[in-house]
């Protein structure tokens, strides 16, 4: 059978590849015949990695001893790992779900990754209208920083200006600033080895952190009071199948895409079929809480 995904013999390296979707990926990826080399605060327990580092994507030396572990060239690269904001405060929220990914790819993958390779990130449904102008004028400031340090300062500035912004608003705009640097650097990667870079962007999901964004959404019946045209909530595989296609070779003449993974949802929102709950800004929000 013709290998179409294009998966035998390469070498992957998945975050958050312990539970939910980066599981569901890793575990697709093995049976594809990838070497697949998982990261995680944890072990992952998937059975046929070629290796599970324990890292935490919060902490740059972590990050730092966890590359020196990796393979020198990889094919593809799968960021999944991220937290919800509910038990994290805004720069933890940040910093695992944004300046993580990026001091990752500018430190290692822009170097590492093969030509015709592929970088796939998780954002989230919740992140966007990320391309409308008032949006990115709060997030390209933090998007445009260089190194850990510098974009751990620009976040902190961020969060004092505001006078303290909760972790799940932190979740919201650090999922805003992926997709956009997605958008940015798609042309940049193209340049170095014609590698590609696209995001993923997540409805509601089963997964290790749905309890916790049931809970911001107002529990369990509210989520399912509104679950869209698919009539159910998504689960960890829908999304990994995705993530497989983006990051194989079936997608090879797709970058720069933001796939919105929730059957239909937000075609609603544009065809004026659904109210647009993402629509607001940061400013905006945190504007009308009382003092």
């Not at 990838?34 to 072990?43: I, M, N, P, Y």
């Not at 046929?48 to 990796?70: C, P, Y």
């Not at 720069?256 to 993974?261: D, K, M, N, Q, T």
């Not at 929730?262 to 009308?288: E, Y």
Request: proline share 3%; hydrophobic share 45%; with cysteine.
């Amino acid at each position: 059978m013709t290998d179409y995904l294009g998966y035998s013999g390469k070498v992957c390296v998945v975050t958050g590849a312990a539970s939910g979707m980066g599981k569901a990926l890793a575990e697709i990826l093995v049976d594809l015949g990838a070497e697949v080399h998982a990261l995680d605060r944890v072990q992952s327990p998937v059975a046929g990695l070629t290796a599970s580092i324990v890292a935490n994507l919060g902490d740059k030396d972590s990050i730092d001893v966890a590359f020196a572990r990796l393979p020198q060239s990889i094919d593809r690269f799968f960021g999944v790992a991220g937290v919800s904001g509910v038990h994290t405060d805004f720069l933890e929220t940040v910093t695992i779900n944004f300046i993580a990914n990026k001091y990752i790819a500018d430190t290692y993958l822009a170097d590492r990754v093969v030509a015709d390779g592929s970088l796939t990130f998780v954002t989230s449904n919740g992140g966007l209208r990320w391309d409308r102008p008032d949006v990115r004028e709060e997030t390209a400031a933090l998007i445009h920083g260089t190194g850990w340090d510098e974009l751990v300062g620009l976040a902190k500035g961020i969060d004092a200006e505001f006078g303290g912004i909760p972790g799940s608003l932190g979740y919201i705009l650090s999922k805003r600033m992926l997709n956009l640097w997605v958008a940015e650097e798609a042309a940049r990667f193209a340049d170095l080895r014609k590698i590609r870079v696209n995001a993923l962007l997540p409805a509601m999901t089963i997964s290790g952190m749905f309890d916790e964004f049931a809970a911001m959404k107002g529990g369990r019946e509210a989520v399912e009071a509104d679950l869209g045209p698919a009539g159910r909530l998504a689960e960890s595989v829908d999304m990994a199948r995705a993530l497989v296609f983006l990051g194989g070779d079936l997608a090879s003449y797709v970058s720069g895409a933001h796939l919105s993974v929730d059957f239909g949802m937000n075609s609603q929102v544009l065809a004026g079929q659904a109210p647009d709950r993402t629509s607001w800004t940061l400013r905006g929000v945190l504007s009308r809480q009382p003092a």
